[in-house]
């Protein structure tokens, strides 16, 4: 299993810190509770940055106040096809409270492997997904993949400034989110289907056809919580705060904490 390091010490400092201060405040005898999220990011693959996105991600987490205990494994090279080392054991997700699913692997079609994903978020383990996550498994013939991202999409179109409707004002994840808001240059998924548990938070319209299509939406995939974005293909919107913001509360959301 390849990990990437944790990049940014003063994180792990404070995360440290708190630990400290927690244990401290404990009898000898109790055990210390590390309130920290442990977040398992699965990325790589065709098309963006994902070690830029991966620092972005961890940085925001920082910013809004989630405390963080991020895991990276970036496996599979920057191609379309590609079966990961990790869910090898079928325990690939024990001891993490979220998997932030970012990877694009589009060509991989092999059913029992993507079930082996499937299985473990469908008996409990949350997750957010990001973007090419959508195309990834795209050719399989099983849709349980689909199922468990709560939408189907195939492919996108142009890259541009799209505006997002919030159509689930009240939501928490959407609370704070900014009417109006246009994105940053970024690529517009066309959904062909929305699951029976997928709640839509908020839409963007086709600049080709005027079609509305989700863009943040939640779903419940078995005992599973799941938040998902079709947004975040440029280095771009990995800089917008609003977006990060909204990936936050969307981890928040997924996992409860």
Known sequence: ??????????????????????????????????????????????????????????????????????????QGGKGTRAEIDLYDSPDWAEGFDLVVHNECFAGTKNA???????????AGVPAVVIHCAMHTYR??????????????SRRHEHQAHYGVAVQTPDHPIMQEFPEPYSTPMDELYVIE???????????SKSQVNGKSHPVIWTNQYGKARVFGTTYGHSKETFQDDEYLALLVRGMQWASQK
């Open 193 to 203: 289907k929305v699951w029976p548990h997928t709640e839509v938070l908020a839409t």
């Open 1 to 74: 299993m390849t990990f990437l390091p944790q990049s940014f010490p003063s994180m792990a400092i404070a995360i440290a810190l708190a630990g400290f201060l927690t244990a401290g405040s404990l009898r000898a005898d109790e055990p210390a509770e590390d309130p920290s999220l442990q977040i398992l990011l699965v990325t790589s693959g065709c098309c963006h940055d994902y070690d830029f996105q991966a620092k972005a991600m961890q940085l925001a987490a920082e910013k809004e106040g989630l405390k963080a205990v991020w895991t990276v494994v970036a």
């Open 112 to 122: 029992e492997y993507i079930r082996r994903i499937t299985s473990v978020h469908h």
């Open 139 to 152: 050719d399989a013939d099983i849709d349980d993949w689909r199922e468990f991202l709560g939408v189907t």
